[in-house]
Every structure is written in C-alpha cells, then in structure tokens.
C-alpha cells in the first residue's frame, strides 16, 4: 500500500494547467491528505510548456519528488519532456486525440512502455459526451485520476462546487458531470491499474497556500495596514490577493508607478504611523535602494519581501535562484541597520512575516523578507494557524514635550517616535544625518552620536534575535551537518527522511533568520559536526561566505544548484552518499 | 502667529534668494489657514528649496531628490486628516522625479505641490534643467542646452491636473492667496512659482520677471476652461501668474473605500481576526 503519490499534470500555457492542479490537490486536501504543490512556466501568456505537480501524502510533506507516479500530459511535448522522471509503474495519461504521438514506434495501449504505461483516455469526447465543452477535458482527465487513486468523486465534486459556484449551479453540475464520466470511463476501462492509496486519518484542520499567500495572511494579521507594490514575478500574487481583501480587511493597497515610488510612498504612510509593507523581486529591489538607506537613516519601520528570481538582469524571471542574499544584505550607500528574515517554509511565511512587523515597528528599521519564486508559488498543507493575533503597538512616545527629541540617544539605541497630527511631536524626519530633533548636522560629535546610536539599535536587535532558537533538522547528534537558508528547508527535511530510511544519520541548520547574524548558534552547531555541507541555490555559497566572514569556519563541501529549479529531494541524497 | 511656524534654525538661503519669499508665503498661508503645526506635514526635496525643512516647524519628511511627491500621498493615505505639501524644484519634478509628476497627478491626491522653479539645479552650481531655455550656456552645457525645455503647466493641463497655478516668489502677498487656494483644493495642486537664483541664473533676475508677469485674475479670467488655459500657458512674451484652471473632482482617498470609515491610522490592528480568510484555503 502506497502512503504518497505524486501526479505531474503537463501542458502548454493558456490551458489553465494551474487551475485544474489546484483543483486536483484541494481533493485530496479534502480527503484530509497533505500536498506538497510545485509549478513551472516559461515567461508567456500563452504557449510554452507548463507543469503543476502534487506530491500528495498521508503526513505533512515539504518539497516535490522526482519521480512521477502519475502523469497527465495535455500536449505532446509532456511525453517527450517527462520521460525521464517516469518509473516502470508510471501511469501516463493522455487524449490520443490531443496528443498525436510522434514517437519513433507507436505506443501500444496498456502494454508497459520503457517509461510508464499508457492509459489513453478521450478526454475531449468525454466531455462533450458528457455535454460540456471540450476545453472541460481537463476535469475529466481528474475524474480519472480520482478514479485511479481509489479516491470517491464527492471531494472533486466538492472542490468543483467552490470553484464555479460564482457561475451558477448549471456550471458547477456540468463540470462535475464531466468529472463523473471520466471516473466511469477509468473504471470500465482501467480498473487493474488502480493505485493501492492509504486512506487519510489525520483530519486535523488544515489549508493548502502558497508562500505568498502565508505571507499576505501574515502582514494582514501583524496588522499591516498600507500595501503598495509595482508588479514583478514572483511577488505579484501578493499584491493581486491583497488589492482582492482590500475593502474588506480595511487595506490601503496602492499599485504605484514604479518601485521608487512604491518604498517612498509606503515610508510617508509608515511616518504618519501606520504599518506598511512592500513586495518586489530583485530588479525592482534595486530601484528601491536608496530609499532603503531612507528607512535606516530616518529610522522608519518598513517591512519588503523580497522574491528572488534567476537574475543578473532580467535573467530567468519565472525561475527560482538565492542569489541575491548577499545583495540585500549590502545594498544602499552607507551603513545602517537592517534585517533580514528567509523564511523556509509556508508555516515560517506566516509567522516570521507577522513578526518581521513587530521588529520593524520596535526597532523602526527596514525588514527584508528574503524569499524566492519556489517559495512564493509553491503551495504546501500546514495546520491552520490561529485566527486571532494581537498586536501591541511599540516604540512610540504618548506624551511628547516640545520642541520633541525624536532621535533621543537610548540605552538601546531606540528612540520614541511621535507621528504627525499628534501634539507636542512635530519633528522632522530627515534622510540627511540629523540632530535629536531631525534638523540637518554635520557636526563631528553628533555625526558620531547618531552612528552609535543606530549601531547600538542593531546591537539590541542581535540580543533579541539570538534568543531565538534556529531549528536544527533531522538528529541534532549526527556526525553529518548541512547549513542551509531559506525555502531549500523543504527538500532537505525530505531528504533527512529518505537518508533515515536508509540508515544515514544528518541534520541541518536551515537559517530562517540571516541579519543580525547568528554567529553563535551557527558556531555551536557546526562544531560537534565530523562532516559539513552547504546547500544553496546559487553558483558562489553567499551564505557559506557570510559563515566564513562570521565564524572563520570555512565549509568546503558544497551542493550548489542554479539552473533555474529548485532541489530535488533525491539530488541532496545523491551528493550525501557520494561523499559519506 | 509667525512663530509657530519657525524653527530655531537660521535660514541658510544666499541673500536675495527666491527662497525668501516662497517661505515668508507659506508661512502667511498657514497663519490665514490657521493651521496648528501638527496637523501639517510637508514632504521635502533634495535642492536649496527643500532646505526649508529645518526652518519650518510643521511635521516634516525631508527625503531623496525628486522623491518629495511619493511620501506624501503615502502621509495623506495613512491620515487624510492632515495637511500635506510637498516641495520640490524643477529638477526634481521635471527631472529626476517626472514619473511621478505625471502619475501621481492623474490620481488627484490631495496634496499641494509646490514647485521652485527656477530653470537651475542650483544647489550642484548651476547645472540646465528640464526647464532651462534651449541654447543657455550652463557647466553641464558649455555649448547651450540642446533640449527645448519641457512647459509644466501645459503638461499638467492636459494631464488631468485638478488644480494648475503659477505664482512668482517676488510676489509674496500673491503667492500666500495661491497657496491658500491650493491647500483648501481637495485635489492635486500643483503651484509652479518662478523663483529667480541670484547665483545661477543672473539672467532671470526679479527685474527680468516684474517686466513680464501679469496677474490672471486683473482680466477677469475664470479658471474654468482647459483649452484657455493652455493658452495662457503657452504665452512666451508674458507670464500669467494666478490660478489656470480648477476643476471640483473626487480626490483619491475619497475613492478608497478602505478609508470611508475615517483614517487608516485610526483603524485599530491590537486584535485581528484572519478566520474567514483561512476559510477559502481549506
């Protein structure tokens, strides 16, 4: 009996691939299964070729899996292009109508291939048979799929009832009829190939989202109140789900017209006392740069995600790559304090995000969440969160004297901040170097207090962060050690597993916070370690050089990967064995 | 009343400054407004304009160069309660920032804009500026400028601009009346003022200005129609200063609805409820 299955749909862009995965892995979702959701796109509207793949399991499951239990291709290019990632059990499904196969000898119906078995299903006369149009063929393909993995149509009816139900009940009985007769036609026709699946047990509640999703749930809950954004892969789905709750979660989301405006506009809105936030990728990061700088020096909250993408330039825009960590880390002119959070996983993308607003507001700094195309879109089932958080407003001052101090020196380098309309607060925020009150000085001993001071800041913020403890993955007691960031945190821990099952024992430090350094646990961690890898997706270890920098320790061994895909689970176990 | 907007910093401005004058008419704005110092925000450029900032005592965001429009539309989302001006020069507008002069216009936010124009960018020693006469011999441009200069207010009249003034800041009584005019406008004002720059641009002197500028409203000019008012715009012999044209249109924040029920900063965030937006991920 099976406990996972992985479905790969295949198909050209503008066939609506994305939704009709989504539709398929919310089924399982409903049959209390979790999924693990990874797509790939070209740069196109339409044309190009597209995947949505669903790693469906009994237990939480954290990354994709090379190989494919179940293939459903929409176009004849998916047959080529996959056929490496099948096994000798694969399931391929596909319209031979559609899919005119120009392999050099035909594919004999049922009869195992070199790659998979064929299950050729009219998905098209399915459904105009079943009434519907032909573009429904895909909803007949899943009725298939449900059939073959032993799953009851009613949670693709269900998920079919949620998604066309703004159409009318006509639609939403039409398109499960469609369904139904794709189930009838697998079962008639392919009942020996049904999929032994373990039924699901853990009914606790959960959601399936994407990371950018976890990260506008987040802002929302950490009481973001003002969003402006310009569009930019990966980020723009955020700005696409928060302009949809706007009006009903009492959102300003302002669609500016072009990065530089996005960061000044939403630095106004966080003086005048509201929490903001921003998302962009690199290229638009650049153009907000020396507001960055802005934020550091007038020392005002700002929380930016930042999804990184294939760069330099415009690179490989629906492409995943981490290399951008140690440009965040340095950008802008000058030296002022700064944050930086990657989070790992969906989970991490809400909470770390409705956290980064809590340190932005106390410290009133910028907070960069660092994340990545694979992150963003990615979509992962987690546990429902709480619905309820509280917010406590920080680090301002309730009963200013006048002329006010806002740039007061601190123990801790923090200084209260009044915001506009309130009495006794006039003050001036000032991108030049400043006085206590705001005004412009070149003056040596207050240059040299305000530099302290912001250091001083960023030296609290250190004893705060360093309280918390990074997670170490996998046995903590391994000899084997791998340090990691960001979202490569999936496809390790599915890594650890399949090394487990094999009896190799391996942990991990994924750090989900990178600024302020946290030299300390990091130190801690790699020295009880026999032997050290480090695994990023970039072609020059940013994070092994910021460890060097840091600790001196330098990590020769290195898993690095940039052609545009994430890791695979099975690469990590690869390059672990080789070298165990 | 004139205290309330000074601060305890001497102004720096080089004597005979147009500068003097632009500050003396927003101050005498606000008095006339009676407008208490914490309920304004003014949102500054980089430029010898924008070093008003430590002079005046109002709630102040001295920011980047040309980036003075952006915040404050940020100030006037989070609190449209407030008063919120930016100032900014013709290099900073025109120049380096004119992205957001032509999309931020179109929004009607309602800010007043005030532009320093005084065809230099001074504050660097004297540089051409989008507004600088085609053939001005400046350091950037030892041979004469080659670019035609761009015309403001002709651009924000076919723009969408809700309200479109010109003022001269060697008229101090004049400019306060525009300034006045253009805070009570719930819109996008935007005030062009002709300042002259003793240093940089000798040729452009107050006497140069007094010599060609009239004021709108002597002619009994109503300010209501865009076609007249591109004309007037486009007048090379003589400058009108006054009002061009104002038009009564909804201002931005009036057409968010988030904001309906008062200021996003007033809006509490101490308990959030994110329950019925899980509901659609299950």
């Known amino acids: 009996m099976k406990n996972t299955i992985n479905i790969k749909i295949a198909g050209s862009a503008g066939e609506g691939i994305k939704s009709v995965g989504l539709m398929l892995s919310k089924s399982f979702l409903k049959a209390s299964y979790f999924t693990f959701d990874y797509m790939e796109y070209p740069s196109l509207i339409r044309g190009g070729h597209n995947t949505y793949q669903a790693n469906i399991s009994l237990s939480p499951i954290w990354s994709q899996a090379k190989k494919i239990d179940i293939l459903i291709c929409l176009n004849k290019q998916g047959l080529k292009l996959h056929k490496d990632e099948l096994k000798k059990d694969s399931l391929v499904i596909f319209d031979p109508e559609t899919v005119l196969v120009e392999a050099e000898k035909p594919l004999e119906e049922k009869k195992p291939a070199n790659n998979g078995l064929n299950l050729t299903i009219p998905l098209k006369k399915i459904a105009t048979d079943a009434g519907g149009l032909p573009i429904m063929a895909n909803l007949a393909g899943l009725g298939a799929v449900m059939f073959l993995t032993g799953m009851d149509i009613k949670y693709l009816f269900l998920v079919i009832e949620q998604n066309f139900s703004k159409k009318g009940q006509e639609m939403v009985e039409q398109n499960q009829k469609v369904a139904a007769f794709g189930f009838e036609f697998a079962e008639r026709k392919y009942s020996e190939y049904k999929v032994d699946l373990q039924e699901a047990s853990n009914k606790q509640e959960k959601i399936l989202l994407t990371g950018n999703e976890a990260i506008s749930l987040g802002a929302i809950a950490g009481g973001m109140k003002f969003y402006s954004a310009y569009p930019m892969t990966p980020a723009t789905s955020i700005l696409h789900y928060l302009a949809s709750k706007a009006k009903e979660q009492g959102l300003v989301v302002k669609h500016a017209e072009d990065e530089i405006s996005v960061i000044n506009m939403a630095l106004g809105a966080s003086f005048a006392g509201v929490r903001v936030m921003t998302a962009t990728s690199g290229g638009g990061f650049a153009l907000m740069s020396e507001a960055l700088g802005m934020a550091g020096i007038m020392e005002l909250p700002i929380v930016i995600v930042e999804g990184m993408r294939s760069g330099p330039s415009s690179g490989m825009p629906t492409w995943h790559d981490q290399g951008d960590l140690n440009f965040v880390l340095y950008a802008s002119q000058g030296e002022f304090p700064r944050m930086i959070i990657s989070p790992g996983d969906v989970e991490e993308n809400f909470y770390l995000t409705k956290q980064a607003f809590y340190f932005a507001e106390k410290y009133q700094l910028p907070v960069i969440i660092l994340t990545d195309k694979y992150m963003a879109e990615s979509l992962t089932t987690i546990k429902l969160p709480e619905s309820v958080s509280e917010n406590e407003k920080r680090s301002f001052s309730h009963e200013p004297v006048s002329p006010f101090e806002r740039y007061k020196d601190s123990e801790n380098g923090i200084s209260l901040r009044t915001i506009p309309g309130q009495d006794k607060g006039v003050y001036l925020s000032n991108s030049y170097e400043h006085d206590l009150f705001g005004f412009a000085t070149e003056e040596i001993e207050m240059r040299n207090l305000m530099v302290e001071k912001r250091l001083r800041k960023f030296e609290t913020l250190k004893k705060e962060v360093c309280q918390i403890k990074q997670h170490v993955l996998g046995d903590p007691d391994a000899e084997i050690g791998i340090v990691s960031w960001g979202s490569n945190k999936g496809p390790i821990v599915e890594a650890l597993k399949i090394l487990e099952g094999k009896g190799t024992k391996a942990s991990c430090l994924n750090l989900n916070v990178i600024w302020p350094f946290p030299e300390k646990q990091v130190v801690d961690y790699l020295s009880g370690k026999k032997f050290v890898i480090d695994i990023e997706c970039n072609s020059t270890a940013q994070l092994a050089g910021l460890i060097r920098q840091h600790t001196g320790i330098e990590i020769k061994e290195r898993l690095l990967k940039y052609d545009g895909r994430p890791f695979y689970p099975e690469e990590i176990v690869t390059k672990l064995a080789e070298l165990n | ?282």
């Open chain 2, 1 to 282: 009343m004139q205290n309330k907007y000074t601060t305890p910093i001497k102004p720096t401005f080089c004597p005979g400054c147009g500068n003097f004058g632009i500050m003396q008419a927003m101050k005498d704005a606000f008095a006339q407004l009676n407008l208490p110092s914490e309920k304004i925000v003014i949102s500054y450029d980089v430029g010898c304009n924008a070093n008003m900032a430590d002079f005046i005592n109002t709630y102040g965001f001295h920011g980047l160069h040309g980036r003075s429009v952006p915040p404050a539309v940020g100030v006037k989302l989070a609190n449209h309660k407030l008063t919120c001006l930016a100032l900014i020069g013709d290099g900073g507008f025109y120049g380096e920032g004119a992205q957001h002069f032509l999309s931020l216009m179109r929004g009607n936010h309602d800010i007043t804009v005030l532009v320093h124009d005084n065809q230099r960018y001074s504050l660097t020693t004297g540089q051409m500026s989008p507004t600088t006469p085609k053939g001005t011999i400046t350091v950037s441009t030892p041979e004469g400028a080659i670019e035609e200069p761009i015309n403001p207010l002709a651009v924000s009249l076919v723009n969408h601009c809700t309200f479109a003034a010109r003022g001269f800041a060697g008229d101090v009584v004049h400019l306060q009346d525009l300034i006045v005019k253009g805070i009570e406008h719930k819109g996008f004002s935007l005030i062009e003022i002709l300042q002259p720059c003793v240093i940089w641009n000798k040729e452009r002197s107050y006497e140069w200005y007094r010599e060609r500028v009239y004021k709108l409203e002597n002619e009994g000019y109503a300010a209501d129609n865009r076609q007249e008012a591109l004309t007037k715009a486009q007048q090379q012999d003589k400058l009108a200063i006054g009002v061009f044209y104002k038009e009564e249109k909804k201002a931005y924040h009036q057409e968010v609805s988030s904001l309906d029920n008062g200021p996003l900063v007033e809006q509490a965030i101490n308990r959030i409820d994110i329950g019925k937006l899980l509901e659609e991920f299950k």
